[in-house]
């Protein structure tokens, strides 16, 4: 509607269905003609028959009224029938041709398999980053969590059973070092795999005083990690469940599938040992052996 307003084809049918001048020109001689003819008609006919001649006059008007309704209601259905079918038929070749044009263009999409494999690389170029930024190696760090969330309002989507995607992330990364914790966030565009909008954030062992997960009644998560300054490092891991969703999947198991992917069970574990232990978490952690859930050795899903 919008594009035929805006191309002045909106009100188009009025002149597609608007009776010709030529038919108007005729419509009006054949009328002035039977107008002459039915008055000679009339006269003779009462000078002829007297009273009988004027109930045939009146009977045959009558007759003539409604021949002409049931006519002119048969023509119009005719001429609408012709406009509708001419209507459908182009709307059915717009959408035969638009559903062509959206299957070449959806040929190369890529499973969800394939995009995780793309996060997961994305993930390894961020880390790649902040290591080199911070002048870290690997024998460096003790231990390290991506968190991935919605970058406001992007675009997202999901196969049945699978996590959420977006269109646009925001990535976290904490480097866990002796020295304390590294945080880098950057806005991920999906779609061509560049960063956007970096800062980082550099904090002791001391400063973290707590690491939440906030679940409210529309399923929203949201990350939280507090500083002993007062600072609050918020991200909204899963916004509210469509409805759509909400009727056809459980939305419990959806939010457990997205929290996975996202990265967060590993990060809590990690940040939540900083904040109960600080420093003394390293002998320990580093005893056990611990490793990221995106160890860059490790292959992906």
Same mark, same amino acid.
């Given at each position: 509607m919008a594009d035929r307003w805006?191309?002045?084809?909106?009100?188009?049918?009025?002149h597609e269905l608007a009776t010709p001048p030529r038919t108007m020109a005729t419509a009006v001689l054949g009328a002035m003609a039977f107008a002459a003819g039915g008055a000679w008609?009339?006269?003779?006919?009462?000078?002829?028959? @007297?009273? +009988?001649?004027? =109930?045939? !006059?009146?009977l045959a008007i009558a007759a003539g009224w409604i021949a002409e309704?049931?006519?002119?209601?048969?023509?119009?259905?005719?001429?609408?029938?012709?406009?509708?079918?001419?209507?459908a038929e182009k709307l059915s070749a717009e959408c035969a041709a638009a559903y062509v044009r959206w299957k070449h263009r959806l040929a190369d999409k890529p499973d969800d398999r394939e995009m995780a494999a793309w996060l997961d690389c994305d993930r390894k170029v961020l880390l790649n980053e902040a290591l080199r930024h911070y002048r870290l190696k690997m024998s460096d760090v003790v231990a390290y969590a991506?968190?991935?969330?919605?970058? @406001?309002? +992007?675009?997202? =989507?999901? !196969?049945?059973?699978?996590p959420w995607r977006y269109r646009k992330y925001e990535m976290m990364i904490f480097l866990i070092t002796a020295d304390g914790v590294r945080q880098c966030n950057a806005r991920l565009h999906f779609a061509d795999g560049t960063f956007h909008d970096r800062n980082r954030l550099n904090y002791r062992f001391e400063a973290v005083t707590a690491v939440h997960v906030r679940q409210s009644d529309d399923n929203a998560h949201t990350f939280e990690l507090s500083l002993i300054d007062g600072q609050k490092i918020p991200a909204q891991m899963i916004g509210p469940e469509p409805e759509e969703h909400q009727q056809s999947e459980d939305p419990e198991e959806i939010s457990e599938v997205s929290l996975d992917a996202a990265g967060l069970r590993h990060t809590l574990h990690v940040l939540e040992g900083v904040a109960a232990e600080g420093k003394a978490w390293m002998t320990p952690e580093r005893r056990r052996g611990a490793t990221s859930l995106d160890d860059p050795e490790r292959p992906a899903a």
């Open positions: 805006a191309e002045g084809t909106l009100w188009s049918y009025r008609a009339v006269s003779g006919a009462v000078r002829t028959g @007297g009273p +009988a001649g004027i =109930a045939s !006059v009146v309704r049931a006519w002119l209601r048969i023509a119009l259905a005719r001429r609408r029938f012709i406009a509708d079918t001419s209507d991506f968190i991935e969330a919605r970058s @406001g309002s +992007a675009t997202r =989507a999901r !196969v049945s059973g699978g």
